[in-house]
């Protein structure tokens, strides 16, 4: 990329707890990326049009309410056809190992559970745009 890659973070629904998406935001700025961090209690639609607007070339979801799932089943179609699905999924929070197959299947290709690194987030991100 001859730009800086540029991620749009988002806390979806009604997930009132951000300061790991802050934390992991700081992360992805001080390794060169270009973050917009949507706030918090976004909407499905919201994230969808975000991204499209801010031309993402990473989608990312930060997610410790436990409603990963049905937001991500919502999401999912809301990205492919905004014409997103080109882009890298990736979703990090409370998310229990039984999920992760589902998240998969949903289209997101980074799955970061509380406990990840985040030189792993940062590496991750930064090998599979490169």
Request: hydrophobic share 40%.
């Amino acid at each position: 990329m001859n730009r800086p890659i540029k991620v749009v973070l988002a806390k979806p629904g009604l997930d009132g707890h951000d300061q790991g998406a802050k934390v992991v935001a700081r992360a992805l700025m001080d390794a060169g990326m270009e973050v917009v961090y949507t706030g918090l209690r976004q909407s499905p639609e919201q994230v969808a049009r975000i991204a499209q607007d801010e031309d993402a070339d990473v989608i990312a979801l930060s997610s410790m309410a436990g409603s990963h799932l049905p937001f991500c089943e919502k999401l999912t179609p809301l990205l492919e056809q905004a014409g997103l699905r080109d882009k890298l999924w990736v979703i990090g929070g409370n998310l229990p190992k039984r999920d992760h197959e589902r998240l998969r299947e949903l289209g997101f290709r980074g799955i970061f559970p509380s406990s990840s690194r985040l030189d792993d987030i940062v590496q991750f991100v930064k090998a599979t745009l490169s």
